[in-house]
């Protein structure tokens, strides 16, 4: 691999991580050069890295070639619970087996485990599931919409009972029974529907504190 690309790489993988931690907040200008700095490198890689972030729409375009943070609405943050729960939905029509889950990891008994944690774990159910599925799109298209989740659910510790739900509901899947799961997270998804303006709320003020 040339080297530009070996740092293009690096680059990509080091801002997406910033961006996913919340380093970044809402609507905040992307700042080429800045970056370069940052990262000590030229402004190119740091320009190939914002573009594939752009591609998985993690990163907004602005006006005359620039790039900044896609804001923060709660229209945004409806839709992107709403498609997740979609994704959820059509992966489960057409699964044929559960056994590949894992069990719920242990932290999720601590009922004051890590947003951050929790925010992880989240992705890694759904995800789980979505690779049970015949279709590949689904698995795909849930990793995208959960990477554009996770500042959310970095920030739902306004759902009440938010690990216990999500063990609760990953035990479900474990059992294998179709129609309790897609019950069971269809109730998971109507929860943050229902509260979504707390969460984005959670996760504005959560930007500014960083």
């Known amino acids: 691999m040339?080297?530009?690309?070996v740092i293009a790489d690096r680059v990509y993988r080091e801002l997406k991580l910033l961006i996913l931690r919340g380093d970044q907040p809402p609507a905040a200008p992307l700042?080429?050069?800045?970056?370069?700095?940052?990262?000590?490198?030229s402004i190119a890689p740091v320009r190939d890295a914002l573009h594939r972030l752009v591609g998985e729409r993690l990163v907004a375009m602005q006006g005359g070639g620039g790039f900044a943070?896609?804001?923060?609405?709660?229209?945004?943050?409806?839709n992107l619970?709403?498609?997740?729960?979609?994704?959820?939905?059509?992966a489960l029509k057409v699964m044929v087996?559960?056994?590949?889950?894992?069990?719920p990891p242990a932290f999720l008994d601590d009922e004051i485990a890590e947003p951050e944690r929790i925010a992880a774990a989240s992705a890694d159910l759904f995800t789980q599931i979505c690779a049970c599925s015949p279709n590949d799109e689904h698995l795909d298209a849930?990793?995208?919409?959960g990477e554009r989740l996770h500042t959310l659910r970095r920030c739902e510790s306004v759902v009440n009972r938010q690990a216990e739900e999500l063990r609760e509901v990953w035990t479900i899947v474990c059992e294998g029974n179709r129609r309790a799961t897609r019950t069971a997270i269809s109730h998971y998804h109507k929860?943050?529907?229902?509260?979504?303006?707390?969460?984005?709320?959670?996760?504005?003020l959560a930007s500014i504190a960083d």
């Open 81 to 90: 619970y709403s498609w997740h729960g979609d994704i959820l939905e059509a």
């Open 2 to 5: 040339a080297p530009e690309t």
């Open 191 to 204: 929860r943050r529907l229902a509260r979504v303006d707390q969460i984005v709320s959670a996760a504005l």
């Open 97 to 103: 087996k559960f056994e590949r889950i894992e069990p």
């Open 142 to 145: 849930v990793s995208i919409v």
């Open 31 to 41: 700042v080429v050069l800045a970056l370069a700095e940052r990262f000590g490198t």
């Open 69 to 78: 943070m896609p804001p923060l609405t709660r229209q945004r943050a409806y």
